[in-house]
Each structure stands twice: as C-alpha cells, then as structure tokens.
C-alpha cells in the first residue's frame, strides 16, 4: 500500500482547500480511508474517515458541517474538501489506511498505513 498526500497550501481564515490522496490500486476497496492531522506541539487526531465501501462516513466534530470525505475507487483517490477553515485546523494533515471494527475508526492509533502529510496553513 502506498498513499500520496497532496494540496496543502497556506489560507486565510473562512476559505477552502481541497486535499487528495492517491493510493496504490486496489487500496481504496480494501481498507477503510481516513484523514488525520497533526498540529504543532499535539498529538495526532482524527478528522475523518470513510468505509471502504463508500456506504458511510465519519467526521470529528471539530470539523463536522465544514468538511467533507469522498473517494473515487476509479481514480483511486481519497478527498477531504475543507471549508470554512479556522487558524486551528492548522496543521500537517495525513491520509491512512485502516482495517479495524468501525467503532474504532476515530482511533488515530488504528491506522496502519500512512501517507507522508501534507501541511495546511490557515491564518486569522
């Protein structure tokens, strides 16, 4: 499995970013996708994931309302489209891979394989 994280950038506060993450083929429909982040000076949280059937999707609430995951099996590519960023959704943002019981995949811990992050910046 191999997964490549791109489209961070540097924002203002109240705009929209769009990230990707291509996988290796085959990746998306076997494991369930994820999204986490990483600020400086914190631990890892989780910020999203969808099952790998695409049925259905998990969000923190931090972030609820203002981003949302997708996947396109046949582009083999994951999305977190972000909106309405605020300066503490600052931080390096990594796609993952997991294979665990679904009331687990808010566990950062969880998540297998992961992608090399890419940084978002959001000013105020």
């Known amino acids: 499995v191999q997964l490549q994280a791109s489209g961070g950038g540097m924002v203002q506060a109240g705009d929209s970013l769009r990230l990707s993450c291509e996988a290796s083929?085959?990746?998306?429909?076997?494991?369930?996708m994820g999204w986490l982040r990483q600020a400086p000076g914190k631990e890892r949280e989780f910020v999203a994931a969808?099952?790998?059937?695409?049925?259905?999707?998990y969000y923190a609430d931090s972030v609820k309302g203002r981003f949302t995951i997708s996947k396109d099996n046949a582009k083999h590519t994951v999305y977190l489209q972000m909106h309405s960023l605020k300066s503490e959704d600052t931080a390096v943002y990594y796609c993952a891979t997991t294979r665990v019981v679904l009331s687990s995949i808010r566990e950062p811990k969880m998540y297998d394989v992961w992608g090399q992050g890419t940084l978002v910046t959001v000013s105020s």
């Open positions: 969808v099952r790998r059937d695409g049925s259905y999707t």
């Open positions: 083929s085959g990746t998306l429909r076997m494991y369930h």
